[in-house]
């Protein structure tokens, strides 16, 4: 089955800094990509997603890149604020619309 | 836009009882949910997918005896977790794909905890 690769497991950054956070998959039939954004006890949040015939997509600070001959999607983050502070998740769809979950990262946003 | 509940939000109850958990769509149907487990400080990891009508299909190592999951409606899914033990106790989540969108949805988890 899919198999998804999280890193890293934590990451803190500097107010106004960039934050990236990277996924790598096994399976390459899978075609859409959405990342997750989790406080504390609340559901995921859909921030951003990316279906395999694009390979960017960018909405006001946070961007998502997808290479699909490597296999690999990453999240990024501009000009990072402490309300960013949160676990970021990453997800692959694989058959029958199924989410298989990346491991997490923890992004702490210094003031 | 579109709302995915789950009751209860919290429950605890006393171990070798049974729990049911139920999600619903609340502006769409959803011929496919799904039920996740979250434990503390780690990811969400899918037990099985609901099919209304039919049979859910139940993730390796997932007791489909245990984790009973019925879906007898374009807008429910219930997921009753039977003789519930202290290792059970978890962050339950499911999300309802949208028949006509496509898109998923989560609804707000249920934290389980017993005794």
């Known amino acids: 089955g899919e198999n998804v690769e999280q890193h890293p497991s934590t990451l803190s950054v500097q107010e106004g800094d960039s934050a990236v956070i990277k996924c790598t998959y096994s399976?390459?039939?899978?075609?859409?990509f959405p990342w997750y954004k989790q406080e504390l006890g609340k559901r995921p949040q859909l921030i951003i997603d990316?279906?395999?015939?694009?390979g960017e997509k960018k909405d006001q600070r946070i961007a998502v890149t997808l290479n699909k001959t490597a296999k690999h999607f990453s999240l990024h983050i501009t000009e990072t604020q402490p309300e960013d502070s949160a676990v970021y998740f990453c997800?692959?769809?694989?058959?029958?619309?199924?989410?298989?979950f990346g491991t997490g990262t923890r992004l702490k946003v210094l003031a | 836009g579109a709302v995915v509940s789950q009751h209860p939000s919290w429950v605890i109850c006393k171990s070798g009882t049974s729990v049911k958990i139920e999600c619903r769509s609340l502006d769409f149907q959803a011929t496919t949910m799904f039920w996740y487990r979250q434990f503390p400080k780690q990811s969400l990891m899918l037990m099985a997918t609901s099919n209304e009508g039919s049979k859910a299909t139940y993730e390796q190592g997932v007791e489909k005896d245990k984790f009973l999951i019925n879906h007898a409606s374009l807008t429910l899914s219930t997921l009753t977790v039977t003789s519930a033990h202290p290792e059970d106790s978890s962050f339950y989540i499911c999300?309802?794909?949208?028949?006509?969108?496509?898109?998923?949805?989560f609804g707000p988890g249920t934290r389980l905890t017993v005794l």
């Open positions: 990316i279906r395999s015939n694009v």
């Open positions: 997800a692959v769809e694989g058959g029958t619309y199924k989410y298989i």
């Open positions: 999300s309802a794909r949208d028949r006509l969108a496509g898109d998923q949805f």
């Open positions: 399976d390459s039939a899978s075609n859409y």
